[in-house]
Nanobody, 119 residues
Framework: QVQLEESGGGLVQTGGSLRLSCVNSGRTFSNYAMGWYRQAPAGKEREFLA?????????YYADSVKGRWTISRDSAKLAIYLEMSDLKPDDTAVYYC???????????WGHGTQVTVSS
């Protein structure tokens, strides 16, 4: 069973930084990968931000965060991180961690962590 738990969200001012963490307390599977997504208020769709493969550590980024944020992993802890810098009010959202098989939709989600960026 895959169990994901995010942490590290909070309130930060424009231009500030945060580091999100997600730990999988369950198992991995073939072609395992983990990623970060967010969902802004007002019913917007969940948006892909970044992902990392477990074998090889290849990273993938959305254009909106490329060069600004960094995803990393700790294989021993089954954890991933998202280093977010230069935060803007538009980054306000609930941030979710997902686990999936590469090339397939996300199968497992965490409960999310709120990030609020004040202007």
């Amino acid at each position: 069973q895959v169990q994901l738990e995010e942490s590290g969200g909070g309130l930060v001012q424009t231009g500030g930084s945060l580091r999100l963490s997600c730990v999988n307390s369950g198992r991995t599977f073939s072609n395992y990968a983990m990623g970060w997504y967010r969902q802004a208020p007002a019913g917007k769709e969940r948006e892909f931000l970044a992902a990392i493969s477990w074998t090889g550590g290849r990273t993938y980024y959305a254009d909106s965060v490329k060069g600004r944020w960094t995803i990393s992993r700790d294989s021993a802890k089954l954890a991933i991180y998202l280093e977010m810098s230069d935060l803007k009010p538009d980054d306000t959202a609930v941030y979710y961690c997902g686990a999936f098989e590469l090339g397939a939709p996300v199968e497992h989600w965490g409960h999310g962590t709120q990030v609020t960026v004040s202007s």
